[in-house]
């Protein structure tokens, strides 16, 4: 199982215990809605950014984890709590009438919304993007990108072992979740071996991360 560490540099100890207090109230509340168990992180850190902690800037939120993770379930919640406007391809597709199994499709749906999501930061506009940013190359694309739309950037990390994962998407893909890609066990193995964890450098550049152990249940 991943340990993060804070980078070299970075926020001390004694910053990032400050951060858990600061931040405890508001997460207790946000996964108090609708009678949800809250979850506490295994790990927050925040990186002030002074240009941007002078005026409002938009937030984008993103996600780092795998499928089953529970990174929808993190999204609504952080949607119904006033956080941004949440963009997931999957829910896009599934209201469009086209069947999951249509990969072609949602490699073209794709960046039609993340350009949706960039102008609506451009705009001011809080963006909850649901993507898994499963490798480096992604998130630092992501983060370059955020930057550029003058926004602040907020990560949450779901480490949670394979075998727990597979139990999830087996509930899931029974459940029929609306939605949800029905993926098979083979297809989870070739997901986790392109999975690159996020390392203490990556987290050093957000604004504000979360890695959240066990993830959340879908």
């Not at 991943?2 to 980078?7: G, N």
């Not at 896009?92 to 919304?113: I, K, M, N, S, Y």
């Amino acid at each position: 199982m991943w340990s993060p560490r804070f980078a070299a540099g970075g926020p001390s100890a004694r910053d990032a215990s400050v951060t858990v207090v600061a931040l405890g109230a508001r997460d207790a509340a946000l996964f108090r809605i609708k009678g949800a168990a809250w979850q506490a992180p295994l790990v927050t850190g925040r990186r002030l950014d002074p240009a941007m902690e002078g005026g409002r800037a938009p937030t984008l939120t993103l996600f780092c984890g795998l499928p089953g993770s529970g990174k929808t379930t993190l999204a609504r919640r952080l949607e119904a709590a006033g956080h941004g406007v949440r963009i997931c391809t999957d829910d896009w597709q599934a209201e469009l009438g086209v069947d999951h199994a249509d990969t072609g499709f949602h490699d073209r749906l794709q960046p039609v919304l993340y350009r949706h999501a960039l102008d609506l930061l451009r705009h001011g506009v809080d963006v909850i993007l649901e993507d898994g940013l499963w490798m480096r190359e992604e998130r630092v694309q992501k983060f370059s990108d955020a930057r550029a739309a003058r926004a602040r950037i907020e990560l949450h990390v779901l480490d949670v072992p394979l075998d727990i994962l597979w139990a999830r998407l087996q509930r899931r893909n029974e459940d029929a979740v609306l939605g949800a890609y029905p993926m098979t066990y083979e297809e989870l193995q070739w997901s986790g071996s392109l999975f690159e964890q996020p390392t203490p450098e990556e987290l050093s550049t957000v604004d504000h991360y979360v890695v959240h152990r066990g993830g959340f249940g879908e």
